[in-house]
């Protein structure tokens, strides 16, 4: 069974980690399980003095995380940690724990956000203090070859195609997308990335607006809109506002009824075009 937790993060990463482990005590998965937590969940802050902070005690975070994994039974796609590198840089880490709380995977955030947005922030400067990835990550688990990504990831369709290569059966997404982008491509990129790869889809999103319930304290907002979708690019699952769970089980039957059926890669690979 595939989980996804929409959740709306503040700056106090503390708190944030209790409220996820309130999330996860209050879950009664089907087992086996894959919980995915969205990017920047443990901290979302306002400088990236309080990121780094954060960064630096990257093992004590992942210790925690495997601690509740073992607790509970679940395997753990932890969003994005920030681990420290070189003096005042760290990376968009995202972690994977099996449900004896072994870490499995660990992939570094490749394509990083360095862009013009209309909202209330307007330049994003990733790059500035985020040191990019370079290894395509793809794991085996209980539920198939599992591709790993970060949110401005998915629009970058060559990377999806690696993970297909390297037998990638799951993508996962963990995102904070701002509202602007949210509305005008989130479904459509998740979509596309599950038609042309024929995988699942897992995007578990940061949720935040000003001047209501659910909003982050650092000013930003974030899209949410959750969701978990199939290799025929349907959507089974979404939460498009507030906090809590998106589920869906895994159909190995229909994946290779759908690759089977419209042998896409088999294709790509008969007809390679020359440029």
Known sequence: ML???????QQDSEYNFQRVQQFLSQL??????????????LCFAKSSEQVLAVAEKHLYWRQRLAALCKRYGIWLAAGTL??????????AASFVFDDQGQER??????HLFDVTVA??????????HTEAGEQVV??????????????YDMRFSELYRQQVQLGADILL???AFTV???????????????????????AAGLYGRNNSDCAHNNGRETYGHSLIVSPWGEVQAELSHGEGWIAQPVNSEELNQRRESMPMHAHRQARKVSL
């Open 3 to 9: 989980y996804a937790l929409q959740f709306c993060a």
């Open 28 to 41: 009664q998965p089907q087992r086996p399980c894959l919980v995915c937590l969205p990017e920047s969940w």
């Open 82 to 91: 920030p681990v420290a590198t070189s003096e005042g840089r760290y990376l």
């Open 105 to 110: 995977a660990q992939y570094n955030k490749i």
């Open 119 to 128: 909202d209330g922030t307007g330049t994003y400067h990733e790059s500035k």
């Open 138 to 151: 793809v794991l085996d688990s209980p539920f198939g070859r599992l591709g790993l990504s970060v949110c």
């Open 173 to 175: 997404v963990p995102s």
């Open 180 to 202: 602007p982008t949210g509305r005008a491509h989130w479904h459509t990129l998740l979509r596309a990335r599950a038609i042309e790869s024929q995988c699942y889809v897992v």
